[in-house]
């Protein structure tokens, strides 16, 4: 079945440093890879898509790759602010039902 | 402006006593799915509807139902909770269900059950 592996700890970064988060997945290949940013009770808000054969994406401060081959994703923030303080999502998408599924996330946060 | 609304926010109910939750959406859109989602947990789909066509998913337990009476409105129905139900209940929809659709999320109830 697929799996999706993101940093079960969080992550620690001084304001103004660049944070790298890491989502592996196995047993499947994407076409398409979705992150998002989830607050303390709430509901995850959508930051970038990525398809199969982009490399790169980028939005205004964030950063996502997408490697078809380690099947993996990493997702950037570069000059980080505590306001970035979340938990981030990777999710995805399964071929051959169209679903994303999402990863446990990783807990990011920015010290001032 | 919201676009996604979901009630209510915080919702306690007992061992086995039946609880609806509900989502309405501004959007218009197609799709409308039901996630739960427990803490340091992955958000686990339950079910989504395709416009009027439901979607279960192979592993949601019997006791988990949905109802979308139109494209706005979309119920989730827990028959009998268990202490194991407890956790955050989250709608989101999309346009489609294509690669490209991205989804809109509510802010989630979160279920308590004594």
């Known amino acids: 079945s697929q799996k999706i592996e993101q940093n079960s700890e969080a992550l620690n970064i001084q304001e103004g440093k660049t944070a790298t988060l890491t989502c592996n997945y196995t047993?499947?290949?994407?076409?398409?890879l979705q992150w998002y940013r989830q607050d303390p009770g709430r509901g995850p808000v959508f930051l970038l898509l990525i398809r199969e054969n982009e490399k790169e994406k980028r939005k205004e401060r964030l950063k996502v790759t997408f490697d078809t081959t380690l099947k993996q994703s990493l997702f950037h923030i570069t000059a980080s602010q505590p306001a970035d303080s979340a938990t981030y999502l990777c999710?995805?998408?399964?071929?051959?039902?169209?679903?994303?599924?999402f990863g446990t996330g990783t807990r990011l946060k920015v010290l001032a | 402006d919201a676009m996604v609304i979901q009630n209510p926010r915080y919702q306690v109910t007992q061992f086995g006593k039946p609880v609806t939750l509900s989502c309405s959406q501004t959007?218009?859109?197609?799709?409308m799915y039901w996630y739960q989602q427990k803490s340091s947990q992955a958000p686990k789909l339950l079910f989504h509807?395709?416009?009027?066509?439901?979607?279960n998913e192979a592993d949601t337990p019997d006791n988990f139902q949905s109802r979308r009476p139109n494209t706005s409105f979309c119920f989730l129905d827990i028959r009998s909770p268990g202490l194991g139900d407890a956790a955050m209940y989250l709608c989101?929809?999309?346009?489609?269900?294509?690669?490209?659709?991205?989804?809109?999320f509510g802010p989630g109830t979160r279920l308590t059950v004594l």
């Open positions: 047993n499947y290949s994407p076409a398409y």
């Open positions: 989101a929809t999309s346009s489609d269900r294509g690669g490209t659709d991205t989804q809109y």
């Open positions: 509807y395709y416009d009027k066509d439901f979607n």
């Open positions: 959007l218009n859109h197609n799709v």
């Open positions: 999710a995805p998408q399964d071929p051959g039902t169209y679903k994303y599924i």
